[in-house]
């Protein structure tokens, strides 16, 4: 089955610090990739995307990712996070034969300190 | 364009009952994905519709169902309620074409069954 798997569950910073979310997935073929972020009490909000091509991607707000496909990572950076970066983040995967059915990993809490 | 909306964003209901939800998508897009957000289980897919056809489903009870409108707009309706029922109901839209597909979330309705 497919499933995704993100490795930090809550993550405290101060600001100014770098940030890196480890995302992994399981699934054999072709795949889109993406970074939503849910800041207290708003929707979900697209931060990146991965369908094709360079294998680096960059998002809003200074965020960027990197898709291994040798390793199934999609993994988000920031090299320095601010006090409203403070939100749950989430890596989703979908076969890209598909159109909806994103497969979301458990999600990471960043809290970032002023 | 105007977002996805949800309606209603609150919704409160004891055990047995039924209830429908409401998602109208961004003007345009045809494809709608229902999402189930709880502490436990994170972000769970329920189904997709496409021109008024269920594409898509995931592993929940019978007790899920839903529907797509000529105009696109969906409903999804829980019979019989569980207390586990409790979650955040997100819906998505898309244009609907497999491939470069990017979903886009609603404020969500929060039920809580009592």
């Known amino acids: 089955a497919q499933s995704v798997s993100q490795h930090n569950h809550h993550v405290i910073l101060s600001e100014a610090a770098s940030l890196e979310l480890g995302c992994n997935y399981s699934?054999?073929?072709?795949?889109?990739l993406f970074w939503y972020v849910q800041y207290p009490g708003q929707h979900l909000q697209l931060l990146l995307k991965?369908?094709?091509?360079?294998?680096l991607v960059k998002g809003i707000k200074g965020f960027e990712a990197e898709f291994i496909k040798s390793k199934f990572s999609f993994n988000l950076r920031k090299p320095s996070v601010q006090w409203s970066d403070t939100a749950e983040y989430f890596c989703?995967?979908?076969?890209?034969?598909?159109?909806?059915?994103?497969?979301f990993g458990q999600g990471t809490t960043l809290q970032v300190k002023p | 364009k105007a977002g996805v909306t949800q309606t209603p964003r609150y919704l409160i209901k004891t055990r047995g009952q039924q209830v429908t939800l409401s998602c109208s998508p961004i003007?345009?897009?045809?494809?709608v994905s229902w999402y189930q957000q709880t502490p436990g289980q994170g972000l769970q897919f329920l189904f997709e519709?496409?021109?008024?056809?269920?594409?898509n489903k995931g592993n929940f009870p019978g007790r899920f169902s839903g529907r797509q409108f000529s105009n696109s707009r969906s409903e999804m309706n829980v019979s019989t309620l569980e207390l586990g029922d409790s979650a955040l109901y997100l819906c998505?839209?898309?244009?609907?074409?497999?491939?470069?597909?990017?979903?886009?979330f609603g404020p969500g309705t929060r039920l809580l069954v009592l």
């Open positions: 003007s345009g897009h045809r494809s």
């Open positions: 991965y369908f094709s091509g360079d294998p």
């Open positions: 989703a995967v979908r076969p890209s034969s598909n159109t909806g059915k994103l497969i």
């Open positions: 519709y496409f021109s008024e056809t269920q594409r």
């Open positions: 699934y054999g073929g072709t795949v889109n």
């Open positions: 998505a839209s898309s244009p609907g074409q497999p491939g470069k597909e990017t979903q886009y």
